[in-house]
């Protein structure tokens, strides 16, 4: 499956999974930049913009703390500060076709990326590294964390 398409699969999904919480959404065509889908809370009438980002990668990464769901940002997305822009992170076991999902703000995304990267870059290395504009966002596939199934992130 091409990445495009496990991307579509994401934003589906993310979709569905709006629409059964009963929230209003609407996938976004073309060259809309770090929105893909546009919802509405009619509980308390706010619009949220929200990013989706897709994996289907586990990772083995010691320096963050063994098995993680990653997926990949850029330095952009370290200065992110919008309460209206909510990140949606879905990892799909293409085993399985379980999939879990994770909501999470975008100051908690940039704090994180931001940390992350410094963290990266002061681990130890088996070969020099070189900074760059590559970020990750990570969870531990073991972690309860308060991110996965978050739709109250809308409720603010």
Known sequence: MSSNSINLVGEF???SRLFLEGYEATLTLGNTKGIDILLYNPKN???F???VKTSTSIFNEKIFGGKVFSWMMGKKHEILN???LIF???FIDKVTKEYRIFFVPS???GKYCKWEHEHWLKSEHKKPVKDGDMRCFRIKIDETTQYENNFKVFEQ
Do not use: L, S, T
């Open 45 to 47: 009438d706010k619009q």
């Open 13 to 15: 999904y993310a979709m």
């Open 49 to 51: 913009k929200v990013e």
């Open 82 to 84: 919008d309460e209206n």
């Open 88 to 90: 949606c992170f879905i």
């Open 107 to 109: 100051e908690d995304v």
